[in-house]
């Protein structure tokens, strides 16, 4: 992007959520029509804060609750899927041209990916802003930098982003800098929350992947192909997300109601899964993009 977009003129009202996991504070949802994504507002001036949370799982390997457990038995299975899908774009790489097997994971939490892909013949490098789960990785023999500058100069075949994106603060100096260090075949594959999904329109301001003030933007399918074709790139493949849909409900269930309610939730997600086959709206999206030629 030569210029930088602001994507705070023009909002509307959407709703209003709270914080749930930190502060308890609450936030608004605004929607911009031109880019058809929401924006929270405001944005809190340390958000470094929000993230201090033991319910916060991405960055800890805990298994000690129910929904941590939860979570640690639907990664074991999407970390086969993720290792599965990266190998199927090199492959559609290597039709054209050899390309390097390497690949850049963008917050990569305790580093459980990057080991998957280390131990199939992957060269890997990573980022990840928490201390606490840098140094989690590096127990694992991860190496992860703070922030993609370190990376400025390099270029990778694969850069990965699993529920990041609508984590960063400036967007489209985000974008462009992951374009700039993506080769000229590479892939970069994207999952984010999708808010047209059937469980974020039932549980409304209760629906656990708003994240409200950590996630700053929520996306929906054709706000990604907007943000990227900005960028002259362009979506490649798009992919459901299916266990994300059961997961969010459980929380948002928690969040609704003050207790978890399992029963609900797995029906929630179910019903979610089952009407995003004919409107492809699932809970959450994996992105394949690729540069324009």
Request: hydrophobic content about 35%.
């Amino acid at each position: 992007m030569s210029q930088k977009t602001d994507f705070f003129k023009n909002l509307k009202p959407y709703l209003n959520c709270k914080d749930h996991t930190v502060s308890g504070e609450d936030y608004c949802i605004m929607h911009n029509e031109e880019y058809h994504m929401l924006v929270t507002k405001p944005v809190p001036e340390n958000l470094t804060k929000y993230y201090k949370s033991k319910d916060y799982i991405s960055h800890t390997d805990s298994k000690k609750t129910f929904f941590d457990k939860a979570y640690q038995a639907v990664k074991r299975i999407t970390l086969k899927r993720k290792l599965r899908l990266i190998n199927e774009s090199l492959r559609i790489q290597n039709s054209m041209s050899r390309p390097e097997k390497n690949i850049l994971d963008v917050g990569a939490g305790t580093g459980d990916f990057l080991k998957v892909c280390k131990n199939n013949s992957w060269t890997v490098f990573g980022t990840e802003p928490n201390k606490v789960a840098r140094n989690f990785a590096a127990k694992k023999g991860i190496v992860l930098e703070k922030d993609i500058s370190k990376f400025s100069n390099q270029k990778f075949e694969i850069i990965t982003l699993w529920h990041v994106l609508e984590h960063v603060e400036d967007l489209s100096a985000y974008i462009s800098n992951l374009n700039h260090i993506l080769s000229n075949s590479g892939r970069l594959i994207i999952a984010v929350p999708n808010f047209k999904s059937e469980d974020a329109k039932h549980y409304k301001e209760f629906w656990a992947a708003y994240d409200v003030p950590r996630h700053l933007w929520h996306f929906s399918q054709q706000s990604i192909h907007r943000l990227f074709k900005t960028e002259n790139m362009s979506v490649e493949k798009t992919i459901p997300m299916i266990f994300d849909s059961y997961y969010v409900s459980l929380l948002s269930e928690k969040y609704k109601n003050g207790k978890t309610k399992v029963m609900s939730a797995l029906y929630r997600g179910f019903i979610s899964n089952w009407k995003a086959r004919a409107s492809s709206e699932y809970s959450s999206l994996i992105y394949v993009i690729k540069k324009q030629e």
